[in-house]
Every structure is written in structure tokens, then in C-alpha cells.
């Protein structure tokens, strides 16, 4: 199911239209996972009786497809985007996994949601577990973690997590490639047509330790990935920074000179990215509900 048919409060058009491109070329071509993240995650859901997982800015359905594919027991998922686009993918992806688990999908902004019917488990109970992989840094932070406070059933699990991009990657393929980028595209990094990324102005460990959720651990972990020429030019088109409509009619130039490019940059050596995926695993303060 997927509600309201009309918006909630929140998704402009600007945030929608920044990933809509994007959606279908996603599940493809974007990294999914590590598996130790994905044990993670299936560890705060043990003892938990009916365990309802409440995914973020789920894009094409990776946090939940994970869970479900690694065998962790999920009753009900709420999976929240502004992009109705990435909401049809996730379906796509989740629907052949599902097995008795529940699924609904809200298109929303994280900060606007709140749950449309009674979720499974205790009365006034909510999800067990939250989360925003990739995510985060594209929502109002301080919004969406009060929110979370508000929704969560008590005892219940928060995680932040992501590990960056080809843009902040620092080998130097990835550096040849981000100069080539910005040949076309200008110096800024771009986020969608509309403009420029901004840093977020705190660390996400400073809006944690501000929020209910303060009682963090963090945990780093190491992914080696080995990109093709065509797989990063895939990956590309996912992203805010280099998607096909920031280059209008140099799209088909941009990519044959990244073609060409990573194509002598593999001739030298694999191209690798060392990857941190890195995980903020938050629960309310002792006490706290
Ligand atoms: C980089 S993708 C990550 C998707 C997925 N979680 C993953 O790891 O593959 C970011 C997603 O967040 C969504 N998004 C951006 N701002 C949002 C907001 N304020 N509320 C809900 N979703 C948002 C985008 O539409 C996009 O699908």
C-alpha cells in the first residue's frame, strides 16, 4: 500500500525532482550493504516481538531488501521517501521478498511522517527500529530525530549510516574523475539542477548527542569495491552530482571522456575504492523511554 495519495506536509518539488531521474538506474547500479552492517541492524531486532522497521529516504528499498534477504524476522516495514519514483522501485524490489511481512509505503518527507494506522505489536507501540542509510544528510535533523523520538516504540533502535561517495572518494582515479566533472559542470559540487550541496552544518554525532537519541556507538566498516568503467558510469547517473540533466546536451560527451578516462586509469590498476561504511548506532538515554 502506498499513502496519501496526496502528499504529506513537506516533499517540494525540488526535493522530488532531485533523485526522480534517478530511480530506475538505482537498484542497478548503486552499492548495497555490507553484510556486517546488515547483522547489525538484524541484532537490535532479536527479542523484539513483533519487529516493525521504519526505513528513511529508502530510495529503492536497500535498508529493508537487506534485512529481508539476510533472513532477519520483520513484521511490518514503513518505507518513506519524497521521490514517488524510488517508491515504485522499492516495491519492485521488496514485493518478490516480502513472504508474511507487511509493507507500506508513504511518500512523504521524513520529518512529516507519521504512522496512518495502529503498527503491529504492544497498543502505542511503534517501530523497533529506525533507519537512514545515505539518507540523513538530505533531512531536516533535528525534525526528523524528534520525530523519530515521537514514533518509536520504547527500548527501540536508531541508525545513521553511509559512507560516502565517488565525489568525496580520495584515489586518484576518483580525483581525475571529480576534476572532469567539474570541467563540465563548474568547481561546486552540484546537487540536482536546481543547486549546489551544502555541508551539513553539524556532525551527525552533534545532532545525536543533542537529540533523545544520545546513547551512541559508532562502528566503521571496511568495504573494498572494484568498479568497471561502466559501472561507475552506471553509478553516475544515479547521483545529485553527476546525473544525465545536469549536463543537457553534453551528457553523451561527458560520458565518453569518462569512458576514456577510467578506461586508462584501469589499464594502470584496478579501480578500487576503500570504502568506510560507517554506522551511528543511537537508543534513547537510560531511563528514557
Ligand atoms: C542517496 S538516496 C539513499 C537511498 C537508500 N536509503 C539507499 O541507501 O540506497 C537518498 C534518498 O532519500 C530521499 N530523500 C531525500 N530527502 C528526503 C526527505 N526529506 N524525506 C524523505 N526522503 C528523502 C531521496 O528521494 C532518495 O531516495
Do not use: K
Request: charged share 20%.
Amino acid at each position: 500500500m502506498t499513502y496519501p495519495d496526496v502528499p504529506l506536509p513537506g516533499p517540494s518539488p525540488d526535493q522530488e525532482a532531485l533523485f526522480e531521474g534517478a530511480a530506475v538506474t538505482y537498484a542497478r547500479h548503486r552499492p548495497g550493504l555490507p553484510d556486517a552492517a546488515v547483522r547489525l541492524l538484524a541484532d537490535t531486532l532479536r527479542c523484539r516481538p513483533s519487529p516493525v522497521l521504519l526505513d528513511l529516504g529508502t530510495g529503492t528499498g536497500q535498508v529493508p531488501l537487506a534485512l529481508l534477504s539476510a533472513g532477519a524476522v520483520l513484521t511490518h516495514i514503513e518505507a518513506v521517501d519524497v521521490s514517488p519514483q524510488m517508491l515504485h522501485q522499492a516495491r519492485q524490489a521488496l514485493t518478490p521478498v516480502l513472504s508474511h511481512c507487511t509493507l507500506t509505503l508513504v511518500h512523504a518527507a521524513a520529518d512529516a511522517y507519521e504512522p496512518l494506522a495502529t503498527l503491529p505489536g504492544e497498543p502505542d507501540s511503534g517501530p523497533d527500529l529506525i533507519t537512514f542509510c545515505r539518507s540523513y544528510h538530505w533531512m531536516n535533523g533535528e525534525a526528523v530525530l524528534e520525530m523519530a523520538d515521537r514514533v518509536a516504540a520504547p527500548g527501540a533502535a536508531l541508525a545513521i549510516m553511509g559512507d560516502g561517495s565517488l565525489w568525496t572518494h580520495p584515489a586518484g582515479w576518483t580525483r581525475a574523475l571529480r576534476e572532469l566533472i567539474q570541467h563540465y559542470l563548474g568547481p561546486a559540487r552540484r546537487a540536482g539542477v536546481f543547486g549546489s550541496y551544502t555541508e551539513p552544518s553539524s556532525r551527525f554525532e552533534e545532532d545525536l548527542a543533542a537529540s533523545a537519541w544520545s546513547d551512541v556507538t559508532q562502528h566503521r566498516i571496511r568495504v573494498a569495491r572494484t568498479w568497471t568503467p561502466d559501472s561507475v558510469l552506471g553509478y553516475l547517473r544515479t547521483t545529485s552530482f553527476a546525473g544525465a540533466e545536469l549536463f543537457g546536451d553534453d551528457h553523451a560527451a561527458f560520458e565518453a571522456d569518462a569512458r576514456a578516462l577510467l578506461t586508462t586509469q584501469a589499464g594502470e590498476r584496478p579501480l578500487v575504492e576503500n570504502a568506510v561504511f560507517t554506522v551511528l548506532l543511537a537508543r534513547r538515554r537510560r531511563g528514557a523511554r
